[in-house]
């Protein structure tokens, strides 16, 4: 993200709530757990066609781009050294 590169990966966990609209967060096929099993092509048709459209789809690929990087400002050292000072002088502080 910080390269200005939409980042694609699964909707499982915290990465819609980290990527936010800097990627793309598809579902992966039913049953996915990881591990050895390996999807069919079927199955990953639109990942893949995530990633050939940012490739072929120069305005798109930049609009994504911009999008991308809006979002990883939220996670620049500067803004997270913020929140957590803020988070941690508010705790820190006796009542």
Request: proline fraction near 9%.
């Amino acid at each position: 993200m910080a390269n200005g590169i939409a980042v694609l990966a699964s909707d499982r966990g915290t990465l819609p709530e980290t990527l936010d609209d800097g990627g793309f967060l598809p579902t992966p096929p039913e049953g996915f757990t990881g591990g050895l099993a390996t999807p069919a092509d079927r199955e990953v048709a639109p990942w893949v066609a995530t990633i050939e459209r940012l490739w072929d789809d120069p305005a798109w690929e930049a609009r994504h781009r911009e999008l991308v990087l809006m979002e990883a400002g939220r996670w620049a050292p500067d803004a997270v050294a913020g929140r957590y000072q803020y988070f941690f002088g508010s705790i820190a502080r006796p009542d």
